[in-house]
């Protein structure tokens, strides 16, 4: 006696009809993945996450804990943090990528600061971290000491004295300045809630009796405030920074300037040759206000009584 097939029962086939036409009526809907796409994978998606901030001293490589960290849209304040112990804190507020934020890290007398856009995150990052990580490279800032020498060898003490009947109506100097310690330095930036730069400066003023006869040259600028003669000569960052990886020093810690004093008309002792090295500051705010700045931070003078 020959076997009967089996079919498909008929019931099932009825269930498989209802589903497919109440699936097509919109009655049940079916989660198809969407696919990550190539532009995704290379430029990130986009995310509105509290960011993890990471505050790190790029010379020294350690982490700086207790930095204040503020965080400005345009020039509203949004949140006010201080790091932890391993350099890092995460915002209260969530950021959307694209945000552009000023963000203002101060610890001790360094400050920076810094004008991010808030970035995307590469998939599998963003479904998996609570917190979009920001890394801020900041510095530890560098104690500064000036000498002043001239071509004829003589080596100033500050407050010590320049002499024209010694050296003739011509002199010329030249101001040296010397980080003190390893993997310190300066790094300039912008402030955009006072409208200034940031930058590393070395002033002169020339006042007293009779300064108006001393012409000098060899600096960046000059202009006069008052009854002041000013000069000054804005320094690079890496002149200001004494950074070492293993034996080798990236950067020296060390420049200078020479200028040249046309004395030609001085005469008497009454004038005076005063330096500043100042940094947080920039040389047309002073010209302007009378003032170096806001946040400026003087870390060496030096001066010159200049006599006949």
């Known amino acids: 006696m ?55 001293d790029q010379f020294a490589g350690s982490a700086v804990a207790s930095a204040s ?4 849209e345009g020039q ?33 007398n360094s400050k920076e600061w ?40 003589n080596v100033y003490s500050d407050g010590g004295s320049l002499n024209k009947t010694t050296l003739g109506n011509t002199v010329t100097l030249t101001i040296s300045w010397y980080v003190a310690n390893d993997n310190t330095g300066f790094v300039s930036s912008e402030d955009p809630i006072n409208n200034l730069k940031w930058l590393g400066v070395l002033y002169a003023k020339c006042y007293g009796t009779n300064y108006e006869t001393i012409s000098i040259t060899g600096f960046d600028g000059a202009y006069a405030i008052g009854t002041t003669n000013w000069f000054y000569h804005v320094i690079p960052d890496t002149d200001l920074t004494k950074y070492k990886v293993g034996n080798t020093y990236v950067y020296s810690g060390t420049g200078s300037i020479t200028i040249n004093l046309d004395l ?42 200049i006599v006949d």
């Open 2 to 56: 020959a076997r009967r097939k089996k079919g498909i029962p008929a019931w099932l086939v009825g269930l498989v009809i209802l589903l497919l036409i109440a699936w097509y009526l919109g009655y049940i809907q079916i989660p198809i993945p969407t696919p990550i796409s190539q532009v995704e994978v290379q430029q990130g998606v986009i995310v509105n996450k509290p960011l993890k901030i990471a505050v790190i």
């Open 69 to 72: 960290v503020k965080i400005y």
């Open 76 to 108: 509203t304040l949004k949140e006010s943090l201080t790091t932890g112990s391993d350099g890092t804190v995460t915002t209260a507020l969530n950021y959307r990528s694209g945000q552009v934020l000023n963000i203002l890290v101060t610890s001790s």
């Open 114 to 153: 810094f004008t991010i856009e808030v970035p995307r995150m590469n998939p599998e990052d963003a479904e998996s971290m609570s917190y979009n990580p920001i890394e801020l490279r900041f510095f530890t800032l560098a104690s500064i000491s000036l000498a002043v020498r001239d071509s004829a060898g």
């Open 264 to 305: 030609t008309g001085y005469s008497g002792d009454a004038a005076d040759l005063v330096l500043y090295l100042v940094v947080y500051t920039d040389p047309t705010y002073h010209q302007s206000k009378a003032s170096f700045g806001p946040d400026a931070v003087t870390l060496a003078t030096f001066t010159l009584n």
